[in-house]
């Protein structure tokens, strides 16, 4: 071949490739945005987060009918293909369906099962195939202290858990001594470990740090050394049954200290304790009245899940899950993983809880709010730009309600 | 400890003890007396809670209608379940209850655990108790502890009563001492266990209307209860259904009182040591005299 027919040749093959390049890029748009996530239907988690199977189908609904997520890349929307499984609140099954998620779905974005253990065990199908994994009710710092680079959590670690309650005891000056009161599983005692050393920074005696077995039936034994140390703050770090089961004991002995703390204080908490419940303070993610990002698209989603509030309090996590989703997705503008891993990782948004960001091992910001039961309904009292009502302090004792 | 300390403690722990008391003492009838281990009284003493409180919840009964009507209905349920699920097996199995019995109960459990789960969708159940606690000097008595040991007292006697002054509890005696003499002579094994798992029903239902009350019930606590209703029934022997009441006592007076000084879960494990040691040592249980062996 001779040199100028070897340049044509050259030249207009070139010409043709580019024009062949939009046919090709067509041919790897995904016909959809496809989502996988396990969620505890049945087992021991199934009535904390069961319905929740409900919340990512109303949220994946609600961005279909506005035709999906807008991605550059495609220069198109595509909508939203749910995957789910049901993990039996089981970590194995839990990894092992995570593992089906990824090699045999094909799933792009993984948002995390429900609880530690079960975010411990599944997170490392998607560090293995390197896909993005959004934790969500999973915040013992166990989880993120392995290195893995393909995860990031919406709420911040267990040992800060109530930082903004110690916050406000210090601001506030009043309460000077504190009693723990602990079940011993994995995310009350993790909180308890940070509570102590955020307590102790606040300026407050330490006075007793019980850890009980979570079966815990007969709480006599510690609320008489309650009752003798006379602590300001009664401070229960526990999952619901042992903070209810406390809270009865503790009226039936007449334990009145200047303020009860328990760290989950749902409405599955509150309408077994009725009035007993009233002055209680705890932690929410979000109320009513909070006015950052888009509340009422927040209702709208429950309504349509049938899921009340009150009865499901880490609901708002998930809501900020699909926030982060669909803020990752769009400034991404494509479903490359390593694309939308680091767009993720360095995003800053405003969410339905506040601010959010992730640091290195993926942890997020995403803190709860000291909230405290008044007249049946929950009111955030700290901090003041967030709050919806003042706080009541001292606690009336059990003989003037 | 100081004494008022430790006085407080005693108090609580026995009227802990009327409540495990109550737990156990269907169990008893059903197990120790007639060697039929039901594995799913826990799952319908949770049952039974969550029924209360949504009946409660729902001003649809008041308290006393909803503790006499909840235990009929669950002593119907429990007769309906004999019927259907372990009649069957347990007159082909004529001798030995207790491994079929096992099998299908253990069944029935997981059955009504994922149904109450399923049905109610909350993870727990529980309701302020209507009675007050009693103060005396610098001691305190819950009101309902102490009605259910009053209660628990009454239950005992009148079971005691049924077992050996009727002609239906001694029926039921001769069915666990000789089952085919007694069906020989013609007691009806499916009427007088029919009888004997409906009335233990309903005494599962009882217990879990005062447990939701004393502290709370989940849908995945049935088998941790059963197992220490079991606990309670090897501790203090069975044939008996006044010593349930004994053990129960003395089981939530060890354990309340172990637990300052050993910490609470020293308390529990020591239990479960205590178990062991009953099975290999005195399987017969605490308050039954040994038969005397003589020398020839």
Partial sequence: MRMPMLIIWIVGSFFVSLIKLPAN???????????????????????????????????????????????????????????????????????????????????????????????????????????????????????????????????????????????????????????????DTLHPVGVYKGSRKLAEQAGLKVLVGEVLPADTGDFTPIILKLKKLNPD????????????????????????????????????????LGPAADYVLGQSYWEPGMKYSDPDRFLSLLKEAKIDLDDYPWSPAYMMAFEVAEAAMNQAGTLDPAVLMKTMKGLRITTLGGPVWFADNGVGTINTYPSQIQHGKYQIVWPAEVATAKHIYPTPAWADR | MDLASFTQLLLSGLLLGGIYAMVAVGLALCFGVLGLLNLAHGAFLVLAGFTYQAIHGLGLLGPLSGFLLIPLVFSGLGWLAYRLLLQNPLKRASEDFLAPALLITLGLAFILEEGTSLVWGRSVAGTISPFSSLQWGEFYIPGNRLLVLILMLAISGVLQFWLTHTDSGRRLRALAQDPIGATLVGVSLVRVTAVAFAVSTGLAAVAGLFYVTLFTVSPHLGLPLTLK????????????????????????????LLAPPLGAHWANTLTIVLLLAFLCYRPEGLFVMRPSVGHK
Avoid at chain 1, 101 to 118: E, I, K, M, R
Wanted: glycine share 6%; hydrophobic share 40%.
């Fill in chain 1, 233 to 272: 703050i009664v401070y229960v770090s526990s999952n619901i049954p042992f903070a209810v089961a406390f809270m009865k004991q503790a009226k039936e002995l007449n334990l009145s200290p200047r303020e009860f703390h328990c760290i989950h204080h749902s409405g599955v908490f509150r309408q077994p």
């Fill in chain 1, 25 to 183: 890029v067509h041919a790897d748009v995904p016909d959809a945005i496809r989502v996988g996530a396990t969620v505890s239907v049945s087992g021991k988690f199934a009535t904390e987060v069961g319905p929740f199977q409900r919340l990512l189908k109303a949220w994946a609904d609600e961005v279909n009918r506005r035709g999906g997520l807008y991605l550059k890349k495609y220069n198109r929307k595509l909508p939203l293909q749910l995957v789910t499984y049901d993990d039996r609140s089981d970590a194995a099954t839990a990894r092992r369906y995570y593992e089906r998620l990824v090699t045999v779905d094909g799933v792009h974005l993984l948002f995390g099962p429900y609880s530690s253990p079960l975010t411990f065990a599944a997170s490392t199908a998607s560090e293995q195939h390197q896909v993005p994994f959004i934790a969500i009710c999973a915040n013992s710092p166990k989880v993120y202290d392995r290195g893995f680079k393909w995860i990031v959590c919406i709420i911040d670690a267990a040992p800060r858990y109530t930082y903004r309650y110690w916050e406000m005891v210090q601001a506030e000056a009043k309460a000077r001594s504190v009693g723990f009161v602990v079940e």
């Fill in chain 2, 229 to 256: 209703a079991l606990f309670i029934i090897v501790v203090s022997g069975s044939g008996s259904l006044t010593r349930p009441l004994v053990g129960g006592l003395a089981l939530g007076t060890v354990e309340t």
